[in-house]
């Protein structure tokens, strides 16, 4: 279903412009990191690419549109089921197609795979913010997405939670998954991103590779947001 | 002092020997209440879950509306029940005025609106939990619904048991609708109204102290539920 165009796309609410006049095209392959201040507009345009929002103008263009949608998000905040934690990744399967048996199967298999399989049976609520993270990444994983987007994914977590899903995203990167995610951990975006997408103000204001961008910014905001978020260097 | 004195040792003797009249009263008021209250589950949970998930226009006002509706007067439901069920009336036919299945339908009217209108608003918050999440997952409106539906559940019980003390505790529609027909329609709350008029206090304080002690142990059990679901699902 790869690439994904977006050609001009704006998004506004409430008469204020939130996208503004975005061209871009998200490739198969590199991980792409979408680096940008607060209310840069992030968050929105990867609701857009997911099809949560729509463009108030523009055109979003998935390669193919074939049938289903391979692709998956998680949020900031991940939104658990009142129910177990193997059911909310059921509960994710089936509603994709899967039969009740081959969805408890790949549950149980992806819940050992991010090592929740001694929390399968608690309540989805009441694990630790990090294992629900987890539990989040392990339900959007399952479906075999080909695209998933992460908005901040370790957000509210410790040192060892985040390694924790760092090495769980790069297992799903290597699967063949597309990874798109935001993060405001300039290390993360260079430990996990080959390409960096840099927003300011609803605009995409440059786009470079992880190695060139944090070595020579070309754009002042770029510079500028660097130098704010590693004032050391 | 003293008449009270012996009208309620006299009710607790009836409650004690499960006096024949009693027994048959409450019976009759449980059963009546009980399907008029899974009657109007069936019809304001799925109605609540629809509102919760759907936007479409007129919406908002058919919330208030439903929200005022919470508040309708028993009497007002049971004289339009009676209009409705009347020899002349449009449903007139199926011959059912006076009888338990016509205090069935003016319970049901009753409490129909509470059940859709709580559970609108308890769905709803849920909705806003978990809308992205869902619709993320490709879940359709229909699907949703029946999600929130089961992920609310606990909630909803208690709910369903608010609607069935409202329809045992009420007592103008049914008596309106129902006739208090001794023996055929009479149930708890009529009894009670017909006994004191008549001077008849045990057995009304008898139905008194059954009701009470209903109205508490729902309340108790509701709390109780809610407890425990939060305690495991959080
Ligand atoms: N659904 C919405 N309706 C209206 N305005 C919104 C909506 N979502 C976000 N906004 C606004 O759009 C702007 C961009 O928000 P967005 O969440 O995309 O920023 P972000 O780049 O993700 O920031 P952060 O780094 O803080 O997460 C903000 O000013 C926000 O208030
Ligand atoms: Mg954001």
Redesign the interface.
Known sequence: MLPLELRDVCYAANGKVILDRLTVRIDAGPRTMILGPNGAGKSVLM?VC?G?LRPTSGALRWCSSSGA?RQ??V?QRP?M???TAIANVI??LE??GFSRRESALRAHDVLEAVGLETAAHQ?A??LSGGEQQRLALA?AWALGPEVLFLDEPTANLDPRSTRDVESIITAIHATGTKIVMTTHNLGQARRLGDEILFMSEGRLVERASVDVFFREPASAEAKAFIKSELPWQ | MNDVGRAFAEAFGMIGRLDAQLVDIVALSVQVSLTAVVVAALIGLPLGAALAVERFPGRQPLIVFLNALMGLPPVVVGLLVYLLLSRAGPLGDLGILFTPAAMIVAQAVLVTPIIAALSRQTLEDTWT??E??L?????SRA?AAL?LLW??RFSLVTIVLAGFGRAAAEVGAVMIVGGNIEGVTRVMTTAIALETSKGDLPLALGLGLILIALVIALNAVASVIKEL?VK???
């Open positions: 609701r997911h949560l949608r998956a998000m949020f939104v089921l009142r129910r509960y994710g509603l994709s309540p609520r009441k339900r | 939990e978990y992205e999440q619709r993320s997952l490709g879940a699907s999600t992920d609310s679901a495991r699902y959080g």
